[in-house]
């Protein structure tokens, strides 16, 4: 058992008794419940393979079991395509045809093998074998792991499509879009661990090896100007078409690594450079002439150049005229800039005129005009339109950047976008006549006046500048009467959390499908969709997993949002995911919770496992972030044909465990209940064996639940969970208010980013409103700020009375493990955060909060403790805000800002 499974599995009272007696095995990769698990699987999957399983070592079916999650059926049939009838490789033909095995970093051993075990084309293979450090094959360009998949298979015969069922591609035609998605991460970072990490288990080697690669990423990409500068570099192939060697010459590697976007310029800026850079120092693949903005008269139209697919785009070669000089791609024309007149084009291409070209980047995109605003006068010529997109990813709730490159856009659309937009002549209009009446003054402009307020030391608060377009209109109401006039339903959210497989989705699912929040017929969808992969019984649960990842692997990883109605309340869900690896997540959705569902597996044995894993992580977790209330749903009850005893012994455990977690009686409840079937959530369980259980249903419970009392009158806090991109407008932000009000109209300030904004119109619990206040989820749609100033985990406050950002706090903290100086990560909502403990000046009293030892060298587990963190940047971070600490994966505090 590893030091911090001991750790977690003691109880405080014992862990302060016996601390002398701690004893530090390491030997155990797996707990336990893990090996136990293991071992059983082990044997379930030898009997299900039968004579085969002499094929497989057992480390192979351990392999499999670890990666589905103990998921019986799924790694047979993985074991199976894998090492008893693996499929035949189809054979080598044309030399660009070579086959090799894509070996992504990125990706598990059996993710491998399940997803990219496809014969590819030798020049995909060898070059996405290193991501991290490789470029794109010359003729594509950008790429990704899950783009060279996807790209790749249209090349070679298997195909990958069904990988991408879910995910929309923008209705580009495929002929004419080239598009290069990054492989699907989990939002906002998966792991704590900035310090020096015990075991990590597989699924967190995986996420660990996901962020190296984005650091890396990172890291390179002060390299975009010099990858903008090579870009004609990416087709090096001469007239014969395909020039091997000369590809080979001008290794990719260091043009390929634009994906990560932290600090890459400005296109149009980067572009400009690249002109520059190129006029200084033409390359054999781009000759000066070539490098005047616009094409002499006497050339000839630009080339369509790149077109549909990669293969084609790879076909636009050079003619023999041409062969003393390597001609760049059309894909470097359009980048750089650079109008190749000496290109000829093939017939394709001709005929296949191209009118955009996709580019996705694996994180927001710095310095790009985010409005899709024409780039600078002098820039025009090297490009004649770009615009960056934010699009959702598929189902689930991740978004892309695309850029989307426009050349050879005609005239009349040039025209179209000089002049200002209808709307924008009639708002110009409105704002005038306003300005001269003189007689409103919005709050937005008044908070113009006002800002940099008092204390903010490090906002900015600058005046809007990159668009000016008039402000929107407020109506200045009074949101306070107005709310105690509006007599509206009250709003309330809480999150659904417990062990992982405990039924929390399934639950979920079954409730929203019971108050017919998703009908029957999408269940029913869901349920053939689940049964195709042997997964029939999440049908349910797939109503709130909706990432193909989750489904795949049959575990939620990221919170997911819903909302239903009742009579008296809207309740906003958050279902949390169980498995240990994805608490960062899981905490995001617990800070914004009134309340709490414990889901808790009454099957022999799964109750007692989950109360040494996430049952108990959980519990703590929500009481330290401030959740009071808590709803225990003894679940799969039908498991144990509704068991009047497991029930009570499992309600006797639980009450004893949560009392000492400092959950006071009154505020805990227990609902037996069974998910998947729906007794006792909406309705009561009409099954006779369940007679016994007279209480209320699981729906009532949450009725009868007060939300936290809200701080409407503080300062506005809104922590953004979402960022994204609407037609209402490029930066829109989905979050809860935490405190205070708003209203359309109001300026608003980005920490830690300190850029104003303004309410161009907002939803309050999903539907429009003027106005919103504390504890409502909002999503607002912003203006008069750029995209790239807004992030997952941002607070938007009132200017007047920001938010101040800091890089070091003291807190009170309840240590879950032991605290030395060490190196933690901060998670507050979404935020995460490195930082160290830097000092703990005191141990505290854990009920008077008097200082009970000075400097204590160490804290032990279960204690309460006065700490000092330092942060390597400041974050929006004030008294009062609760905070969690993790380091190498496992939460080892949490408490309250002081
Ligand atoms: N018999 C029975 N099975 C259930 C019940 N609720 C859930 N299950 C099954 O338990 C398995 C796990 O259910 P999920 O809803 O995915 O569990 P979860 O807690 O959301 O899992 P994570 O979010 O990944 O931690 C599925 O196979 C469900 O069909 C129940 O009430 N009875």
């Known amino acids: 058992m590893s030091r911090h499974q001991y750790i977690r599995n003691l109880d405080y009272q014992d862990v302060l008794d016996e601390y002398e007696g701690y004893s530090d095995e390491e030997d155990d990769e797996l707990s336990p419940e893990d090996r136990e698990l293991m071992t059983q699987g082990t044997a379930a999957v030898q009997a299900a393979l039968g004579v085969e399983a002499s094929k497989v070592t057992v480390a192979q079916i351990e392999e499999a079991l670890w990666h589905y999650y103990y998921d019986v ?36 051993t059996v993710d491998h093998a399940l997803l990219l075990d496809h014969d590819l084309p030798t020049d995909w293979a060898t070059k996405t074998s290193n991501l991290t450090d490789a470029a794109p094959p010359a003729t594509l360009g950008f790429s990704s792991s899950v783009g060279s998949r996807c790209q790749a298979s249209s090349r070679t015969g298997p195909s990958l499509a069904h990988l991408f069922h879910d995910m929309p591609w923008g209705n580009v035609p495929a002929h004419r879009s080239t598009t290069f998605v990054p492989p699907l991460t989990p939002r906002g970072g998966l792991l704590g661990g900035s310090g020096t990490a015990p075991k990590m288990s597989k699924l967190q080697a995986l996420a660990a090896a996901r962020k190296k690669k984005a650091q890396e990423q990172s890291a390179a990409s002060n390299a975009v100007a010099e990858a903008v500068v090579g870009l004609n570099e990416l087709s090096v192939r001469d007239a ?130 985010g409005r899709g605003k024409a780039p600078p006068e002098d820039d025009r010529s090297s490009l004649d339109w770009f615009e960056v997109r934010r699009r959702k990813r598929g189902d689930s709730d991740l978004y892309e950047d695309v850029v989307v490159l ?40 008044k908070a113009k006046k006002t800002a940099p307020a008092a204390g903010t030391g490090d906002a900015k608060a600058e005046e809007p500048k990159a668009v000016e377009a008039p402000l929107p209109k407020s109506r200045n109401l009074d949101v306070l009467s107005e709310f105690e006039k509006h007599k509206g339903k009250k709003s309330a959210s809480f999150v659904v959390v417990g062990h992982v497989d405990a039924g929390k989705s399934t639950m979920m699912g079954r409730l929203l499908l019971d108050l017919s929040v998703v009908d029957q017929r999408t269940v029913e969808k869901l349920r053939k969709e689940a049964q195709t992969i042997g997964k029939s019984s999440f049908a349910l649960a797939w109503v709130l997993d909706q990432r193909a990842e989750e489904r795949t692997r049959g575990v939620t990883i990221d919170i997911a949002t819903n909302r239903f109605e009742t009579d008296k309340t809207i309740f906003t869900v958050l279902d949390a995911p169980g498995h240990q690896d994805f608490i960062p997540n899981m905490i995001a959705g617990a800070s914004q919770a009134d309340f709490a569902i414990l889901v808790i597996d009454a099957g022999v044995g799964a109750f007692e496992a989950g109360l040494k894993g996430q049952t108990r992580e959980h519990s703590l977790l929500i009481r330290s972030m401030g959740v009071s209330r808590i709803i225990v749903a003894v679940n799969k009850l039908d498991m144990v044909s509704w068991s009047q005893e497991r029930f009570e012994e499992i309600k006797n455990q639980m009450a004893g465990f949560l009392s000492m977690a400092s959950f006071q ?34 729906v009532e419970e949450l009725e009868s639940s007060e939300p936290s009392a809200r701080a409407l009158t503080n300062p506005l806090r809104i922590t953004a969970s979402e960022v994204y991109r609407t037609m209402q407008s490029p930066v829109t932000v989905a979050g809860r208010v935490d405190a205070g009000s708003l209203q359309v109209g109001d300026a608003l300030l980005v920490q830690p980013s300190g850029e104003k904004a303004y309410v ?3 939803l309050a619990d999903d539907a429009p409103a003027e106005w919103a206040v504390a504890g409502q989820s909002v999503v607002l749609h912003l203006s008069h700020i750029d995209p790239i100033h807004v992030r997952v985990g941002d607070i938007i406050c009132d200017p007047a009375k920001p938010v101040a950002r800091s890089d070091r706090f003291t807190m009170k903290a309840l240590a879950f493990d032991f605290l030395t100086p060490m190196q933690v990560d901060v998670h507050r909502g979404r935020l995460h955060a490195a930082g160290r403990i830097d000092a703990i000046p005191a141990l505290l009293d854990k009920v008077t909060g008097a200082v009970a030892n000075k400097k204590p060298k160490i804290v032990k587990p279960g204690t309460v403790a006065r700490i000092v963190v330092q942060l390597e940047a400041p974050v929006p971070l004030e008294a009062g805000q609760r905070v969690v600490l993790r380091s190498g994966g496992q939460t080892v505090a949490a408490g309250l800002l002081e």
Request: glycine content about 6%; some cysteine; charged content about 20%.
């Open 406 to 445: 426009f050349p050879n856009l005609p005239q009349s659309a040039r025209d179209a976008f000089a002049k200002p937009s209808p709307d924008d002549i009639v708002l110009a209009a409105q704002a005038k006549s306003q300005t001269k009446a003189g007689q409103k003054t919005t709050p937005a402009s």
């Open 73 to 108: 059926d799924k790694s047979v049939a993985y074991l199976i395509s894998k090492f008893v009838n693996p499929a035949p490789k189809p054979a080598k033909t044309q030399p660009h045809q070579r086959t090799g095995k894509l070996a992504t970093r990125a990706f598990s």
């Open 760 to 762: 161009k119109s907002l």
């Open 240 to 369: 014969a078409g395909g020039n091997e060697g000369a590809a080979a010459a001008n290794p990719p590697s260091k043009r390929f690594k634009t994906s990560a976007a932290t600090s890459l310029g400005s296109l149009p800026s980067l572009l400009a450079s690249k002109s520059q850079t190129a006029a200084a120092r033409p390359s054999p693949g781009e000759a000066p002439e070539r490098l005047p903005s616009a094409p002499p008269p006497t050339q000839p139209a630009p080339s369509p150049g790149l077109r549909g697919t990669p293969a084609e785009s790879c076909e636009a070669t050079a003619t023999a005229d041409d062969a003393t000089t390597t001609a760049p791609s059309s894909f470097g024309d359009v980048l750089s800039g650079i109008r190749s007149s000496a290109r000829p084009t093939t017939a394709a291409a001709e005929s296949k005129p191209w009118d955009r070209v996709e580019i996705d980047f694996d994180g927001p995109l710095y310095g790009v005009d």
């Open 665 to 698: 009686a009154k505020n805990i409840s227990f609902v037996p209940v069974s998910g998947l079937y729906g007794d006792n959530l909406v309705r009561r369980s009409a099954n006779p064996a369940a007679a016994w259980y007279t209480g209320p249903t699981l």
